[in-house]
Structures are given as structure tokens and as C-alpha cells.
């Protein structure tokens, strides 16, 4: 690994730590850097913020995400990434400082939701706006209950969170795409 990327994850790792005993909105960069004994500068380097620095900790966890497939893996591998590492994450969902890390599961699941989209309209022709209005909708429905779901402390086990939540969204997306396509 090049020595950046070694920086870099040595400041992830510091953070995740500190993270397990501090609130993401009571640490500052200057604890993270004292923490991991660095300087302001290196972290600066490196990252914006600290919120660059937690969606710099999802992208490099979860990269295979951005390789997006057409069937409801991609939901399911992200649920069962953020149970696993649930004690970051919670964390991270539940910070009330700006939270960065929504928008890229917005992203990934606005991505995902396209696709989906464009099955269920098959032959059909429907128009941009249309299109990225139920993208829209359905990726902050999404991101929305992943978001509650981790601010309640990911209680239930992710297969059978995404076996209850999935469902509802595929059927849901097949349902309206039909009934704006019959318009």
C-alpha cells in the first residue's frame, strides 16, 4: 500500500477507535490527529473534513458497491456491510453534524434504482423527469429508513431487514413506472 493510503487508513483507524468510547459529533480533527500522532496538516492533506474523511472510510470499505448489478444484491451487500460494521456506522448515521455518508447511500441506491426502473419499463418510453422523480423518491425512501434503521441501533439482522424492505421498494417501483407508462 502507498504511504497516502497508509496515512490515510491510520487515520480511519483512529477515528473508528475513538469513535467507540466518543460521540462523532465531540471529536474533533485535533483529536484525531493527536490520537494517531499526526499533525493537522497531514489530516488536511488528506481529507476536507471530518465527514470526508467518514464517506472516504465507506468508499474504501465498500468500493465493489460502485459496480452496480441488477438484482437486489447491491441493497443486500450494503445492508450486511453496515451490520457488520455497525458500531461505526450507527455512530456515523447518528451524528448531528452534516452528514456526507447519506448522500453517497443516496448515490448508490439511486444508481441501483435506475436500473430497476429501466427493467420495469422494458419496451416502454418514459421521460427523463419521470423517471428521475421515482428514482428520487424511492432513494430517499431508502436512504431514509437505512438511516432510522441504524439510528435504532440496527436491532434486526440485515437479511431480514433488506428481506422486509426490498420487497416493497421492487414492488412499489414496478407498480408506479406501470401506472405512469399507462398515462
Not at 455497525?86 to 452528514?99: D, G
Request: proline residues 2%; contains cysteine.
Amino acid at each position: 500500500m502507498p504511504k497516502p493510503e497508509l496515512t490515510k487508513q491510520l487515520i480511519a483507524d483512529t477515528l473508528k477507535k475513538l469513535m467507540m468510547n466518543i460521540s462523532l459529533d465531540k471529536i474533533t480533527v485535533q483529536d484525531i490527529v493527536k490520537a494517531c500522532g499526526l499533525n493537522r496538516k497531514t489530516f488536511y492533506y488528506h481529507f476536507k473534513d471530518k465527514q470526508d474523511l467518514v464517506c472516504w472510510i465507506f468508499d474504501s470499505e465498500f468500493a465493489e458497491l460502485t459496480d452496480l448489478n441488477q438484482d437486489n444484491s447491491v441493497f443486500d451487500e450494503l445492508v450486511e456491510h453496515l451490520y457488520k460494521n455497525r458500531e461505526f456506522y450507527v455512530a456515523a448515521l447518528s451524528s448531528n453534524v452534516q452528514n456526507n455518508l447519506n448522500e453517497h447511500f443516496f448515490k448508490i441506491i439511486f444508481d441501483s434504482n435506475m436500473i430497476k426502473i429501466k427493467e420495469a419499463l422494458g419496451s416502454s418510453e418514459l421521460g427523463t423527469d419521470e423517471i428521475n422523480l421515482i428514482a428520487n423518491f424511492f432513494s430517499n425512501g431508502i436512504v431514509g429508513s437505512i438511516t432510522q434503521w441504524a439510528k435504532d441501533g440496527m436491532r434486526s439482522f440485515p437479511y431480514q431487514y433488506s428481506a422486509k424492505l426490498y420487497p416493497i421498494t421492487e414492488e412499489c417501483i414496478q407498480f408506479i413506472v406501470k401506472r405512469y407508462v399507462e398515462k
